[in-house]
């Protein structure tokens, strides 16, 4: 999802080496950045001047179920990230989350201490502790609910429900307690190039604006689409999701972009805009592969 928007702003001004460990498309090269030696190797064979670090495991339930493994991706492949851009004089960019909070405020500055709840989140804390203690030029910027990635993606709320959709739900049932800030992964990429045209090094927080929640994104999205006449968004509880959704997770997640606005570079649109803008963009462009018919009901504008 990022990593695809990533390569989509940044390749238009910069000269990218992307790797990954599935090598779904053409522009990724093969690499684990939990084998450090091929970490190394990968990074001096491009010789960059920036590391851009965004890979995690982001699945909350393998996360409390594969502990070792949450940390072996989350955690230490970030001190093999920190090790080598020290190695080489560069910047570090590392990709962390707004679940790194407890919720129990409505809402959460730059300077909010993180109190994790599960496994995912200090996994994720851990990344950002080792970042800022080991390298002096670095950007760590947090993320919220990511939207973004094409049709045939499940991993994330809105293409579940656009999936859901697709199929013929005429009901869509979403948790009305958990609250937070969606961040289109492509403002996410174009704010992210500019700050890392700065020496504004630190932690940013960097989320759509708008306070919302689950539901209320739901409603939205329906709405979009133009089939509030045909789909109901019926409010449910989190305990409704418990037997699938059973990692500890914050019931507030939202963000505000306080050191964006006060150094000026808050490029983030309001999440509503950039909803509309991601339905448009990833799947009316996809429609014939996605499903014809459910896209003729499309009303973007």
Known sequence: MLGEAMHRVLSERHELACTDIDLNVPWLQYCDFRDFGAYKASVEEFQPDMLFHLGAHTNLEYCE???????????????????????????????????????????????????????????????????????????????????????????????????????????????????????????????????????????YNMVCGGETGRFEVAEELVSILGLEDRVEVRAVGSDFFARDYFAPRPPCERLVNNKLNLRGLNQMRDWRIALRDYISDYYAEFAEDFAPEFQLQLKVS
């Open 65 to 203: 179920q594969n502990p070792d493994d949450a940390y072996r991706t989350n955690t230490l492949s970030v001190e093999h990230a920190a090790t080598l851009a020290n190695a080489h004089g560069i910047p570090l960019v590392y990709i962390s989350t707004a679940g790194i909070f407890d919720g129990e405020k409505q809402l959460y500055d730059d300077w909010d201490a993180p109190a994790p709840l599960g496994v995912y989140a200090r996994s994720k804390h851990l990344g950002e502790i080792l970042v800022q203690r080991r390298v002096d030029k670095h950007f760590i910027c947090r993320a919220g609910w990511m939207m973004g990635g094409g049709p045939g993606k499940d991993k994330k709320f809105i293409s579940k429900l656009m999936n859901q959709l697709a199929a013929g739900a005429r009901v869509l049932n979403v948790v009305d307690d958990k609250l937070g800030t969606p961040t289109y992964t492509v403002d996410f990429a174009r704010n992210l190039e500019t700050l890392i045209g700065t020496e504004f090094y630190g932690l």
